[in-house]
C-alpha cells in the first residue's frame, strides 16, 4: 500500500464547486458551466496522473490510500475518512471523470438555452463528488455516503425541470426506490458490524474467510438488494424508465454510463463475500438472468427512444450483474462489459439528445425517420454505438459481452445451459430492439411534426459523441488485448487462471452462435419496421401491452405496497385521532360529565348544605363507633 | 460561583432589564432580548472551550443548600451529555429571536412578555440539564411548563388555549407520577442512612427489585410523555400545530429532549435492575413510535403536525439507542438529540416563514416555492434532508450509530427501524414535492424570498447539521465519556465481535 | 336523678334543633333552631362538668353564649338585609351561590 496525499482532490475539487456555485446564486450565471467543466477536466487529469502513478508500482505497492480525517469514532467503531485507489477503482474514476467530463462539454451547448444552467452544473459537480467517493472510499460507511450522495444528485438531476409534477414524481420515485436498495446496504453494514468488528473492506475481507456460511449469505443478499436498487435490478427496476424526465445529458452520464454501475462496482469490491457464499452468488446470477431479459423485453415495445435506451441499460447491467455472479471468473468480464457501456450508451444517449435537440424535444420515435440525412454525424457515431452494443466484432461490446456468454456457458451443468441460453436469447432481444431504434429514427420515411426543423447539433455536442463512438470502436480490443483487463485487477478479484479447455463447447462456437441469433434479431427488425405508423397501434399482442406497461411491474407495486400503504396510512391518521387520542380526550370528557353531575349537589339552597353537614356528622359518628367497637 | 449559575442568571437579568424597558418600543425590546441571548452563547461557548473532555466525572460543579431540613441542595454540574445540550440550547434560543422577529406582535399580551418568557425559559432550559439534584430537577422539569403555556396560549394561533392547556395537563399528570417517584426515592434514602436528593448518591442505593420497577416506572412515563413516546405523544400535534415556530422549535428541540436526557441521567442510573426488566417493553415501544410516526407524517396534511410526526419518529430512534445501551446506540442517541434539535429548528423555521408568507398551513396549499423562493426552498429541502438522514448531515452519523449499535443486541428492532428510513424518504419527499415542485400557483407567485435576517437566522443551523455531519468529532469525543459512565454503573459492556479480528 | 337523662335531653333538642335547620324555611326558624342546637350543646356542657366536678364545662358553655350572641347579631342582620331586598324571609330565596 501506498500513502497518496491528492486522493482528496479527487472529491473536494467538483465538491467545493459544487457548493460554490450552489451558493455564490445568479452571480456564477455568466462563468458557472465552464467553471464547472474546468473541475470536472481537472479531475480526470489528476485521474490520468494517478493512473500513471499506479503503473510505475509494482504489486502490492500499486494500491494507494489516504487518510483524509478521523470521522467517527465510538467504542470499537472506527470509521475514517479513508479512500483508497486500487485497480479496481481507477477504472472507475477514470471512466466517471472521462465520461463525465464529456458530458459536461456536451452540456454546455444542450443546457445553453436553459436558464437555470448553472445550477445544472452544480449538480453535475456535485454527482461527480459523490460517485468518485463511492468508489474511492475504503470502507463500507465511506461507500455509503457516496451511495446517497449519488441518489441525491440523481434526484435532483431527474427532477431538474420540477415544475412539471411528472417529472417531480420520477425524481421522488427513483429516490424512494434507491432508498429501499439503500436499506439493505445499512444492514449489510450493521451484520458486517457485529460479526467482523470493522467496515473497512480490508477488515472484512480478512474477517470473511472465519465467517458463518449464514452470515455471508445475509451480508451477501442485503448487498444485492442494494445492488438492484441503485443499478435497477430486479424487482427494483420501475424506476429506472421514469428518470428519463431528467435532461439527457444526465441520462446518459447518471442513467447509462455510472452511477447505475454502482452495484455492479459494490459485489465486485466485495468479491470477497460472494465468493465464500454459492448462496449469495446464486441470488446474484438469477437476478442478473431475469433483469437482462426483463430489460430486453421492455425495450423492444417503447416508443420513446430514451425509455428504449433505459431498458436496454437495465438489460446490460443485468449481464453485468449476472457476471459477477459467476464468481471471480466473471468480475473482470463485468467490469470490462462496464466500461464499453458506458462508452456505447453514454454515446447513444448523447446521440438520442442530439436528436432531441434538432426535433423540437420529440422523443417519440414514431415522430422521427430518415434522421441520417439531415444529422450524419449523429447517424454516424450513435450507429457505431449501436454496432457495439450488438457485438458485431470488433467493436467493443463484442469482446465484452461474448466474454459473459461464454463466462455464463462455463458455469457448468444445467446452471450454465440456463444461463448461457439466457445471455444467448438477451442477446438476440438486445439486437431486435436496438436496430428497431435505429430503423425508426434514422432509415426510413420523415415522419416529422410539421413544425420540426431538424439540423447537426453544434460542435460542443458532436466533439464528445465522436469521442465517445472512438470507445466503442476500440474500447473492447484495448481492454482485452492480452488480458489487459483481466490481469489489471486480478490483484483486487483474486482471479485464478483456470482454462476453459475442457468445455464442451468452443469460445468460437459460442461467438458464431451469438453472431448468428443477433443477425436474426437485426434481420426480424428489419423486416417488421419497413413501415412504420405514426400513431402506436392498438391491435398488439398481449405481449407486447405487457411491454409497453414495463411488463406490470408498477401496476404490481402500486398494488402490493402503495395502495395499501396509503389505505394503512389513512387508517393509522383516523386511529391516532380517533383511539389513542380519543382515550386523551375520553378523560377530559369523563371528568367534565362527572364534574357537571357532582355539580348538581351544590343546589344553593342553605338547607341542602345542612343536611349533608349533618349526614357527614352521622357517618363520621358512625365510623368512630365502629372502628371503637 | 460556577460558570454555570452564571449562564442560569443571565438570561433571568436579560428578563428584568427587558421587564423595565418601555413596552412601546417593540424593536429596543427586541434587541436587547437578542442581546442577551447572544451573550449567554457567548458564555456557554467559553464554558464548552474550557470543558474537559477527557474527564469522565461532573464539571463546573457548585452545591450551595436551598432548603436544608430535607438536604435540598441548589447544585449543578455537567458532564459531556449535559454540555452538548445546553450548548444546542444556548445557540438556538438567539436564532429563534432572530427567525421569528414578528411573532410576538399578535398575541394576547405585548411584546415584552414574550421576550420575558422565552428569557425565562431559556434559564430554565440551562438549570435542567445543570441539576444535580432530584428535587431542583423536577422543580425545574415542572416551572418549564408554565413559560410554554403562556407562549402557546399567548401567542400561537388557531385553537391556541385548547392546545397549550392538553400540553399543561398531560404534561402535569407525567410530572406528578415523577413527583411520587422522587419522594420514594427520597425516602429509600433517609432509611439507608443519609436523606440525599443528590443524584450521584441517589445512584447508590440499594432498592429491591419490585421498588425499582415502580419508581422507574413513575420517571420514566413522565420523560415518555415529554420525549414523546408512542402512545403518550398526542400531545404533540396539537402543540405543534397551535405555537408560534420558535416556541415549537424551543419546545420539540430542547424541552423534548429532557425525556431522553431524563431517562439516562435518572431511569438508568439509579434503577439498574428495573431497566433490564423493561427494556424489551420500551424498545418495542421505540420501534413502534420510529414506524408510527413515521406513517402519520406521511398522512399529515398541516405541515406543522407533519414535522411533530417526524419528531416522533426519531425520538422513537433516539429510545432504541438509549436501551439498546451498546455505545454506538447511546452515543448515536447522545448525537442525535443535538442534531434533532437543530434539524427541527431548521423544519419549523423554514416552514414558519413558509406559512406566514402563503397564510396557510396546509401542504397542499403551497406548491412551486422553488421557483420564488428558491433560498427559502433550499433551506426547507436542506431541512428536509437532515430529516431524513442524508450521509453528510450529521443526523445521518448518530441515526447510523444508532441502528449499528443496537443491531447488535437486538437485530429484529434495528431492521424494523432501518425500515423507517424508506418512510423518512416519503414523508420528506411527499412534502418538498407538494411544497416546492410544480407550477407555482398564482396564489404563492408573489411569495417573496428570505430576507437577510432569515438567512441570517437559517445560515448557523444549517452549518452545524453540515460540520456535524463531516467532522463529527468534537462532538463524539465529549459524548464518548457519558456513554462510557452510564454503561459501566449499568453493568454492560458493548457485545464482541462474532471474527476476532 | 341519673345523670344520663340529662344527656337524653340535650340530644332530643340537638335533633329537633338540626331537623329544624333542615326542613323549614323561615330564615327565623331556622336560626331559632340554631340558638337550641348550642343551647343542647351547652346543656351537655354542663352536664359534663357536674360528672368531671371541675368547671371547664361551665366555662365553655359561656364561651358558646358569646358565640351565640356575635351571631344573632351577625344573622339577623343578614336576615334583615334580605328581607328588605327580596321581600321574604325564606332561605331559598337566598340561592345566590347556585349559579
Redesign the interface.
Same mark, same amino acid.
Do not use: C
Given at each position: 500500500m501506498t500513502t497518496s496525499t491528492s486522493l482528496v482532490y479527487l472529491i473536494a475539487l467538483p465538491l467545493f464547486s459544487a457548493g460554490l456555485l450552489?451558493l455564490l446564486?445568479r452571480i456564477a450565471d455568466k462563468w458557472g458551466h465552464i467553471f464547472a467543466t474546468l473541475v470536472s477536466a481537472s479531475v480526470f487529469v489528476i485521474g490520468v496522473m494517478e493512473f500513471f502513478a499506479m503503473q510505475g508500482r509494482e504489486g502490492e505497492a500499486r494500491a494507494a490510500t489516504q487518510k483524509v480525517?478521523?470521522?467517527?469514532?465510538?467504542?470499537?467503531?472506527q470509521v475514517d475518512?479513508s479512500l483508497l485507489l486500487d485497480q479496481l477503482s481507477i477504472c472507475f474514476v477514470l471512466l466517471i471523470s472521462g465520461v463525465g467530463t464529456l458530458i459536461h462539454i456536451y452540456s454546455i451547448a444542450y443546457m445553453s438555452h436553459d436558464r437555470d444552467r448553472r445550477r445544472f452544473f452544480a449538480y453535475l459537480n456535485l454527482f461527480i463528488a459523490a460517485m468518485l467517493l463511492l468508489v474511492l472510499g475504503d470502507s463500507y460507511?465511506n461507500l455509503?455516503?457516496g451511495?446517497?450522495?449519488v441518489g441525491?444528485a440523481s434526484?435532483l438531476l431527474i427532477?431538474f425541470w420540477?415544475?412539471?409534477?411528472a417529472y417531480? $414524481?420520477a425524481a421522488?420515485k427513483a429516490?424512494?426506490a434507491n432508498?429501499?436498495g439503500?436499506?439493505g446496504l445499512?444492514?449489510a453494514?450493521?451484520?458486517a458490524? $457485529?460479526?467482523?468488528? $470493522?467496515v473497512t473492506f480490508a477488515?472484512v475481507k480478512?474477517?470473511a474467510s472465519?465467517?458463518?456460511a449464514g452470515?455471508l449469505t445475509a451480508i451477501g443478499a442485503m448487498l444485492l438488494l442494494a445492488a438492484a436498487g441503485k443499478s435497477a435490478q430486479f424487482p427494483l427496476q420501475s424506476w429506472l424508465g421514469d428518470a428519463m424526465a431528467g435532461p439527457t445529458p444526465v441520462s446518459a452520464l447518471i442513467h447509462a454510463a455510472t452511477m447505475v454501475t454502482a452495484g455492479v462496482y459494490l459485489i465486485t469490491r466485495s468479491n470477497f463475500i460472494f465468493d465464500a457464499s454459492p448462496t449469495a452468488q446464486l441470488m446474484v446470477v438469477i437476478v442478473g438472468a431475469i433483469t437482462l431479459l426483463f430489460g430486453a423485453l421492455i425495450g423492444t415495445a417503447k416508443d420513446d427512444i430514451k425509455k428504449a435506451l433505459a431498458a436496454s441499460t437495465m438489460s446490460q447491467i443485468g449481464y453485468m450483474i449476472l457476471a459477477t455472479g459467476l464468481g471471480p471468473v466473471g468480475y473482470a468480464f463485468a467490469i470490462m462489459h462496464l466500461i464499453t457501456h458506458g462508452f456505447f450508451k453514454a454515446g447513444m444517449f448523447l446521440g438520442a439528445g442530439s436528436v432531441m435537440h434538432g426535433m423540437n424535444d420529440e422523443v417519440n420515435m414514431r415522430r422521427y425517420g430518415a434522421i441520417r440525412k439531415v444529422m450524419p454525424i449523429t447517424a454516424a457515431t450513435f450507429g457505431l454505438g449501436y454496432l457495439a452494443i450488438l457485438g458485431v466484432p470488433p467493436f467493443a461490446g463484442f469482446y465484452s459481452k461474448d466474454k459473459i456468454i461464454e463466462t455464463a456457458f462455463y458455469a457448468g451443468g444445467v446452471e450454465g445451459i440456463l444461463l448461457g441460453g439466457a445471455t444467448l436469447f438477451g442477446a438476440g432481444i438486445t439486437a431486435f430492439y436496438m436496430t428497431r431504434v435505429m430503423v425508426l429514427t434514422f432509415a426510413g420515411t420523415k415522419r416529422w411534426d410539421e413544425n420540426a426543423h431538424p439540423h447537426e447539433s453544434p460542435f460542443l455536442m458532436w466533439a464528445p459523441m465522436a469521442v465517445l463512438a472512438v470507445g466503442s470502436v476500440t474500447s473492447g480490443f484495448l481492454l482485452n488485448s492480452g488480458n489487459a483487463l483481466v490481469n489489471w485487477l486480478e490483484p483486487v478479484v483474486n482471479e485464478s487462471h483456470e482454462h476453459h479447455s475442457e468445455h464442451f463447447l468452443p469460445p468460437l462456437a459460442i461467438s458464431a452462435m451469438a453472431l448468428f441469433v443477433v443477425a436474426i434479431g437485426v434481420a426480424f427488425a428489419i423486416l417488421k419496421y419497413r413501415s412504420v405508423p405514426v400513431v402506436a397501434p392498438e391491435n398488439v399482442t398481449g405481449f407486447t401491452k405487457a411491454a409497453r406497461k414495463d411488463l406490470y411491474q408498477d401496476s404490481f407495486n402500486e398494488a402490493v405496497f402503495m395502495r395499501p400503504g396509503q389505505k394503512? $396510512?389513512?387508517g393509522?391518521?383516523s386511529t391516532?385521532y380517533k383511539v389513542?387520542?380519543g382515550l386523551?380526550r375520553m378523560v377530559?370528557w369523563v371528568i367534565q360529565i362527572s364534574a357537571s353531575s357532582i355539580r348538581n349537589i351544590q343546589s344553593g339552597y342553605v338547607r341542602s348544605y345542612a343536611l349533608i353537614m349533618v349526614l357527614g356528622v352521622l357517618a363520621l359518628v358512625a365510623a368512630v363507633w365502629m372502628v371503637t367497637l | 460561583m460556577s460558570i454555570l449559575t452564571s449562564l442560569q442568571l443571565l438570561p433571568l437579568i436579560g428578563a428584568l432589564v427587558v421587564g423595565i424597558l418601555p413596552a412601546s418600543n417593540a424593536k429596543l425590546v427586541k434587541q436587547v432580548a437578542l442581546g442577551f441571548s447572544l451573550l449567554v452563547t457567548l458564555v456557554s461557548i467559553v464554558m464548552a472551550i474550557s470543558f474537559d473532555s477527557g474527564n469522565s466525572a461532573l464539571q463546573f460543579t457548585e452545591v450551595r443548600t436551598w432548603i436544608s431540613a430535607f438536604n435540598i441542595n441548589y447544585a449543578v454540574g455537567i458532564d459531556g451529555m449535559a454540555l452538548v445540550l445546553i450548548l444546542m440550547t444556548t445557540i438556538l434560543v438567539p436564532i429563534v429571536f432572530l427567525a421569528g422577529w414578528n411573532e410576538s406582535e399578535n398575541g394576547r399580551w405585548n411584546v415584552k412578555v414574550f421576550y420575558i418568557l422565552l428569557l425565562i425559559l431559556e434559564t430554565m432550559m440551562i438549570g435542567v440539564f445543570a441539576a444535580t439534584d432530584v428535587f431542583l430537577f423536577y422543580v425545574i422539569f415542572e416551572a418549564m411548563l408554565l413559560p410554554v403555556y403562556f407562549l402557546i396560549g399567548g401567542y400561537g394561533s388557531g385553537d391556541r388555549a385548547a392546545a397549550a392547556m392538553?400540553f399543561l395537563?398531560?404534561s402535569l399528570f407525567g410530572g406528578l407520577l415523577m413527583l411520587a417517584a422522587v419522594i420514594g426515592l427520597y425516602i429509600i434514602s433517609t432509611n439507608q442512612g443519609g436523606a440525599t436528593f443528590d443524584i450521584a448518591r441517589l445512584s447508590e442505593l440499594t432498592i429491591d427489585s419490585a421498588t425499582q420497577n415502580w419508581l422507574f416506572l413513575g420517571f420514566f412515563i413522565a420523560f415518555a410523555i415529554k420525549a414523546p413516546l408512542w402512545?403518550f405523544?398526542?400531545?404533540l400535534p396539537t402543540a405543534a400545530k397551535s405555537a408560534t415556530a420558535g416556541t415549537s422549535t424551543l419546545l420539540l428541540g430542547v424541552l423534548d429532549k429532557v425525556g431522553t436526557y431524563g431517562m439516562i441521567r435518572f431511569c438508568m442510573s439509579f434503577f439498574p435492575d428495573a431497566t433490564k426488566t423493561m427494556t424489551p417493553a420500551i424498545i418495542t415501544l421505540a420501534v413502534i413510535s420510529i414506524l408510527?410516526g413515521a406513517?402519520?407524517a406521511?398522512?399529515?396534511k398541516d405541515i406543522n403536525s407533519l414535522i411533530a410526526f417526524t419528531s416522533i419518529s426519531h425520538f422513537g430512534f433516539i429510545t432504541l439507542g438509549i436501551f439498546a445501551l451498546?455505545?454506538?446506540s447511546l452515543?448515536?442517541a447522545i448525537f442525535y438529540m443535538v442534531n434533532h434539535g437543530f434539524s427541527t429548528a431548521a423544519l419549523f423555521l423554514t416552514a414558519g416563514w413558509m406559512i406566514k408568507r402563503r397564510g396557510s398551513t396546509q401542504i397542499a396549499d403551497f406548491g412551486?416555492l422553488?421557483?420564488v423562493a428558491?433560498v427559502l426552498a433550499?433551506s426547507f429541502f436542506l431541512a428536509g434532508?437532515s430529516a431524513l438522514a442524508?450521509?453528510?448531515l450529521s443526523s445521518?452519523?448518530s441515526e447510523?450509530?444508532v441502528?449499528?449499535?443496537s443491531?447488535?443486541k437486538y437485530?429484529v428492532a434495528?431492521?424494523l427501524g432501518?425500515?423507517g428510513?424508506?418512510l423518512a424518504?416519503?414523508y420528506v419527499?411527499?412534502a418538498v414535492?407538494r411544497a416546492?415542485?410544480?407550477?407555482?400557483p398564482a396564489t404563492s407567485a408573489g411569495i417573496s424570498d428570505l430576507n437577510l435576517r432569515e438567512k441570517i437566522a437559517i445560515a448557523p443551523v444549517i452549518a452545524v447539521l453540515v460540520l456535524l455531519g463531516?467532522?463529527?468529532?468534537p462532538a463524539?469525543e465529549v459524548i464518548?465519556p457519558t456513554?462510557k459512565t452510564v454503561m459501566i454503573n449499568a453493568g454492560v459492556s458493548?457485545?464482541?465481535?462474532?471474527?476476532?479480528? | 336523678m341519673d345523670i344520663a337523662n340529662y344527656i337524653y335531653l340535650s340530644a332530643l333538642l340537638f335533633t329537633i334543633g338540626a331537623i329544624g335547620v333542615v326542613v323549614r324555611r323561615n330564615a327565623i326558624v331556622v336560626f331559632m333552631c340554631i340558638e337550641l342546637m348550642l343551647n343542647a350543646a351547652n346543656l351537655a356542657f354542663v352536664t359534663f362538668s357536674r360528672v368531671h366536678g371541675n368547671l371547664s364545662g361551665q366555662v365553655a358553655s359561656f364561651f358558646t353564649m358569646v358565640v351565640a350572641a356575635c351571631e344573632v347579631v351577625v344573622g339577623l342582620a343578614i336576615i334583615v338585609t334580605i328581607y328588605r331586598s327580596r321581600r321574604s324571609a325564606s332561605v331559598d330565596d337566598a340561592s345566590l351561590l347556585k349559579r
Open positions: 450552489l446564486g480525517f478521523e470521522w467517527i469514532s465510538v467504542g470499537t467503531f475518512a460507511l455509503y455516503v451511495w446517497e450522495g441525491l434526484y427532477g420540477n415544475q412539471k409534477p417531480a $414524481t421522488k429516490f424512494v432508498r429501499v439503500d436499506v445499512s444492514l453494514i450493521m451484520i458490524f $457485529t460479526q467482523f468488528g $470493522t477488515g480478512e474477517g472465519g465467517a458463518s452470515a394503512l $396510512t389513512a393509522l391518521v391516532d389513542i387520542d386523551v377530559g | 392538553k395537563l398531560y402512545p405523544h398526542t400531545w408510527y406513517f402519520l406521511i398522512g399529515q451498546t455505545s454506538q452515543t448515536g412551486g422553488q421557483r428558491p433550499w434532508m442524508l450521509p453528510g445521518f452519523v447510523f450509530l441502528l449499528v449499535g443491531y447488535a437485530p434495528a431492521i432501518t425500515l428510513i424508506i424518504a416519503l419527499l411527499l414535492q416546492l415542485h410544480g407550477e407555482t463531516f467532522y463529527p468529532k463524539l464518548n456513554t458493548d457485545p464482541v465481535a462474532k471474527v476476532a479480528k | -
